[in-house]
């Protein structure tokens, strides 16, 4: 996984695609030791692809702009290893070149057309709605700030960071009352629980919540779709999130709940602390740790090591696509963009693609990305992205 992975990053430099994560990325491959015997070979092939012809075009000024690209875009090794990575460094400094070489040969012989759409779609934003438990709706937008409402003892405001909060004001003896924060395609949003945890909550998603955990055993939240969390430790007082398929149980913790109904498994990832994950239809149940994802498929429980940054890509304002099916890729994009794909060949939907990109460029940047590398072609329709093989 590691050497395709590699081999994407080499061809993203040599097009002219590769974002700055990939770059970052593609440095830190280069700076390690175990790649050191890879990184030769990689070496060897692509000194063999250059021939004597084509090196004749690459003139003394194409040989600055390389030594500048180097100098503005790849990170030097840290000093700090400079004597165990001496041998990789310098080796990665040569393949540097190379794929710069590569660039500019592409760029030389080439020539590639810069892709046009017809039309453009705007990314999503931050807005939800929110359900009060007496049906109240109140829609919750950028324009929106100050107080919002009060309810059973609680005010629930938004802050200066888009935060939706819920603060308790005093003590309750009245019945138990449930809100619902709710997204539509083309929309995210955060809030802040009354013990003070913070869940983000992604697009076409909703968290069904209790006004005030006060007196009850546990704190229990609902889940559909998907949501980050950062749990606020209680060891006396369990934090529950219900979603499809599964319960997962926490005293507070860090980790990513995927629970699209549309989803082929329901996924919960854990960033740190500890995790229980109990499969509601077979029982099956597991504990996470940091860096594991935990994987429901009707009445099966799967765990496995993961990238934890891909995950939660998506809160931090990017896409990032690990070998991942262009179906799964285009499924996430609509949510996020409010679009429907439509494929000429369903074929299509298997073919896979490396790649990120930020969530808040206009869905075209993202769509040349994919189309440079080849994996298919696209057009904006209105609403529709229509999906074309390459051949």
């Known amino acids: 996984m590691t050497e395709e992975r590699i081999a994407h990053l080499l061809k993203a430099y040599q097009n002219g695609t590769a974002t700055e994560l990939e770059k970052e990325e593609f440095t830190n491959l280069l700076s390690d030791r175990d790649n050191a015997d890879f990184f030769e070979n990689l070496l060897d092939e692509q000194w063999a692809n250059i021939s004597e012809d084509d090196l004749k075009h690459f003139e003394f000024r194409e040989q600055s702009a390389v030594l500048q ?7 030097p090794v840290s ?72 309810e059973a003892g609680v005010k629930i405001f938004k802050n200066e960071k ?8 005093e003590d309750l003896n009245s019945a138990l009352t449930f809100n619902t924060l709710t997204t539509t395609r083309g929309e995210q949003t955060e809030v802040l629980l009354p013990d003070g945890t913070l869940v983000f909550l992604n697009s076409q998603s909703s968290l069904n919540f209790p006004t005030n955990f006060k007196g009850a055993k546990e704190r229990k939240v609902t889940l559909t779709g998907e949501g980050y969390f950062e749990v606020t430790k209680n060891k006396l007082q369990p934090f529950i999130v219900a979603s499809n398929q599964q319960r997962v149980k926490v005293l507070g913790t860090t980790f990513n709940i995927n629970a699209y109904a549309d989803e082929p498994h329901t996924a919960t990832t854990l960033l740190e602390g500890s995790v229980n994950i109990t499969n509601t239809n077979s029982q099956q149940n597991a504990t996470l740790s940091p860096g594991q994802q935990a994987i ?81 072609t696209f057009e904006i329709k209105g609403r529709q992205i229509i999906v074309s093989s390459t051949d």
């Open 69 to 75: 690209r180097i100098k503005n875009e790849i990170h």
């Open 79 to 150: 000093i700090s290893k400079k004597i165990s990575f001496l041998r990789i460094a310098v080796a990665a400094a040569v393949v540097l070149c190379i794929v710069s070489i590569g660039f500019y040969l592409t760029k030389y012989n080439n020539k590639p057309q810069e892709i046009y759409f017809a039309n453009d779609i705007a990314p999503g934003k931050n807005g939800a709605t929110l359900t009060l438990g007496n049906g109240k709706k109140i829609a919750i937008n950028d324009a929106l700030s100050g107080n919002i409402a009060n």
């Open 162 to 169: 888009g935060q939706l909060i819920y603060q308790v004001v």
């Open 296 to 376: 429901i498929s009707t009445q099966q429980l799967d765990v496995k090591t993961v990238e934890t940054d891909d995950v939660v890509a998506w809160k931090n304002g990017y896409f990032m696509f690990n070998n991942e099916t262009l179906s799964t890729i285009l499924n996430r994009v609509s949510k996020w963009y409010d679009v429907d794909v439509v494929y000429k060949d369903d074929a299509m939907k298997n073919k896979t693609f490396f790649g990120s990109i930020s969530r808040y460029k206009n869905i075209s940047e993202l769509l040349k990305v994919i189309q440079k590398t080849d994996v298919a």
